[in-house]
């Protein structure tokens, strides 16, 4: 095929594409924990899914905001139900799906502090890299023999800061009040523990 064809051929084919709308070509099915990382296979038993009407109503208005941004945003999700992390975070796993390329593993979390909750959205990097901290902690630990909790070393149970731009940040505090920085930008990405 030479290239005056390939271009026609692809320019059609875009645009036959374009005239379904997307939630025809989209799955219904929910993207889970374990599809954002391979991390998240290794505390399965650490945490609980929990239905959205036996969470507190604090947590429960938040989640309702939550919901309103995702569905204004074309985010596919589990309306129905939240992973509890630990008693203050929560996670809901969630996709976007494109009409063209690959739907993006992100990750919406409600954490639980000061006597309310803000929800956050990690983007596909930051949701990656907090994954891969599961992971390289669990490792480590099975490495040198250490009987380590690594739940409580990975999950939030306070949020220091989060910014988003051209680099997006996420701070937090896990149980042992550790910060831990997860940053992106446009082609890097890094876990900073201190």
Known sequence: MDRRNFIVSSVIGAGALSMFPSSTLASNQSVSLTSIGKGFNRLLHNVTRISIANVSENVANTHARLVKV???????????????????SYAIPVHKNPIL?????????????NGGSKFYILNEKLATEFAGLIESYSENAEGHELNLDAASFVFPTKVVAQKQGRETIFTYQNKFNNTITLKSARKMAAVVVS
Do not use: D, T
């Open 70 to 88: 995702l569905n204004q945003e074309g985010y596919e999700y589990n309306a129905s139900e939240m992973i509890q992390l630990n008693s203050n």
């Open 101 to 113: 390329g690959f739907k993006s593993k992100e990750l919406a979390l409600i954490v639980r502090q």
